[in-house]
């Protein structure tokens, strides 16, 4: 509904004129506020006002791109940072720097698929830090799965008593799993659950990059898993 997107402020840095203004009218249209910068100075400039809900951000930008945006950015502000690709390629360098992006979508994106998204990012980053979904919420304790010990309340994974360093999405997806050993989740559940959005075609490919990057970090080896395992094309489960 209009009203609840209506105090709802997202700067889109986006050197495409065009583009930038479908995108303003669409986002004015579903009641949020909108501000525009053109080159990666000006959209860093106003991004670090720290005056938004939520930052699109293209990533090919004449001045500074927005990788180098992004990371600035999250020097000092967690504003919700949607990336914007042109090329498939980028993606695997969206999800492998880190820079602190919060998603990504890849052009030519659908408006509808793009506002389903802004919203989910918006809503998760204004509610609690780490929004876990359903079956989560049976894991109040920590979980011991052979070596592997996760322990939500603070958010920590260890394996073989040293700490493994997980984001945020490698974490829920881990626990996720974990949370129900034996269970098999398709690709689409752990979208949903996960990232919060259903009719989203790019977003498969999402939960498979996260994936291969959990295995690389709590597998010895990643390439014969005894951990995250998976069922043919069906999805992914660990073990009971
Ligand atoms: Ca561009």
């Not at 914007?84 to 408006?111: Q, R």
């Amino acid at each position: 509904m209009e009203e609840n997107n209506s105090k709802k402020r997202i700067l889109v840095v986006e050197d495409e004129k065009t583009i930038s203004k479908v995108l303003e009218i669409n986002l004015l249209m579903a009641g949020y506020m909108c501000d525009t910068a053109f080159d990666g100075e000006e959209g860093l400039q106003k991004a670090q006002s720290g005056n938004y809900d939520l930052i699109l951000l293209d990533i090919m930008l004449p001045k500074r791109d927005g990788f180098s945006v992004c990371r600035e950015v999250r020097k000092t502000l967690s504003t919700p940072i949607i990336m914007v690709t042109a090329k498939e390629e980028e993606i695997d360098k969206v999800m492998g720097l880190d820079l602190g992006a919060d998603d990504y979508v890849t052009k030519p994106f659908s408006i509808k698929v793009l506002l389903a998204r802004i919203k989910a990012n918006i809503r998760r980053s204004s509610g609690e830090v780490v929004e876990f979904h359903h079956p989560v919420q049976h894991s109040a304790g920590t979980i011991v799965i052979r070596g592997l010990v996760i322990d939500p309340e603070n958010f920590r994974v260890e394996k073989d008593g040293k700490e493994i360093e997980l984001t945020r999405k490698e974490f829920e997806v881990l626990l996720i799993l974990a949370s129900s050993p034996g269970k098999l989740f398709s690709r689409e559940e752990l979208l949903e659950k996960v990232w919060g959005y259903e009719d989203f075609f790019g977003g498969i490919r999402t939960v498979d990059v996260t994936m291969s990057r959990l295995r690389s970090k709590v597998e010895d080896q990643p390439a014969e898993p005894e951990y995250i395992l998976t069922k043919r094309t069906k999805g992914y489960y660990i073990p009971a």
